[in-house]
């Protein structure tokens, strides 16, 4: 890849991870049951250390979350090569900002989205394949 074409292909990833992370948290916080329509049918989340695997069990899995209010603070990204994943256009999103459950303090966290584009006819659709979610103070809740 060109240097120019390379920029142009991080400012695109750029700009689609923004709208992603607008739309992942605005989905966590008001509209939690849609929230699985965002992963992968295999997609797999790293929660403060636990997996959680597959659809049926993400769902289950943000049902037993209290409801939540984030700010993202910080969102960073970078394309990921596409050797290491088998041509596949991924990107990686790294958010970072803080979160408070219901009932519970604000905690810092920092998550780390892989996520890989799928397309459509129509358009293109950026969807997890790997979350990675952690609370940066230990302090218990």
Not at 79 to 105: C, I
Not at 107 to 120: D, Y
């Amino acid at each position: 890849i060109a240097m120019t074409d390379f920029k142009t292909y991080v400012d695109q990833a750029c700009r689609a991870a923004e709208e992603f992370v607008n739309i992942y948290y605005e989905t966590m916080d008001k509209r939690r049951r849609a929230l699985t329509r965002l992963y992968l049918d295999k997609a797999t989340l790293i929660w403060n250390g636990n997996a959680v695997s597959g659809l049926d069990a993400l769902n289950n899995f943000f049902d037993t979350l209290p409801s939540s209010e984030f700010q993202v603070n910080m969102l960073d990204c970078q394309p990921v090569h596409e050797q290491a994943t088998q041509s596949q256009t991924t990107v990686l999103v790294v958010t970072s900002g803080t979160v408070k459950f219901d009932g519970n303090k604000q905690h810092f966290f920092n998550q780390n989205f892989l996520l890989t584009a799928q397309s459509t006819p129509n358009n293109t659709v950026w969807k997890i394949a790997s979350d990675c979610f952690r609370f940066q103070d230990w302090s218990s809740s």
